[in-house]
């Protein structure tokens, strides 16, 4: 679970969870809303692009997917110094994502 991981101290396993828990989410509102089909999963929020504009209802979930996604050059691939601000909006983001994705899928 996400909620156990220390955000500063391990940091790369939690952006890399927010990161995939938080694209699984993504695609389960996308298919729920029929926006993609159930064999075409996006791997990033801008890949592969989608066939349709992103709806105004997902732009904030689109926003803050990519937030998370852009932490990874940098922190996970590079050599920036971690920041503690970067990994509470991270867990701010995924928890965003969370939770739309949670009362999409009530519906």
Not at 24 to 48: F, G
Not at 62 to 76: C, G, H, Q
Request: aromatic share 6%.
């Amino acid at each position: 679970m996400i909620k156990k991981l220390d955000p500063n101290g391990d940091y790369e396993t939690s952006v890399e969870a927010c990161m995939l828990a938080g694209t699984h989410l993504l695609n389960a509102t996308l298919h729920k809303r029929s926006i993609t089909k159930e064999k075409s999963d996006l791997l990033h929020s801008d890949k592969p692009a989608l066939d349709v504009p992103v709806p105004a209802e997902l732009q904030q979930v689109f926003s803050a997917m990519k937030f998370i996604e852009d932490l990874r050059p940098d922190y996970l691939r590079g050599t920036k110094r971690w920041s503690a601000e970067d990994g509470k909006r991270c867990m701010e983001s995924y928890r965003s994502v969370k939770a739309f994705a949670e009362k999409v899928l009530a519906e």
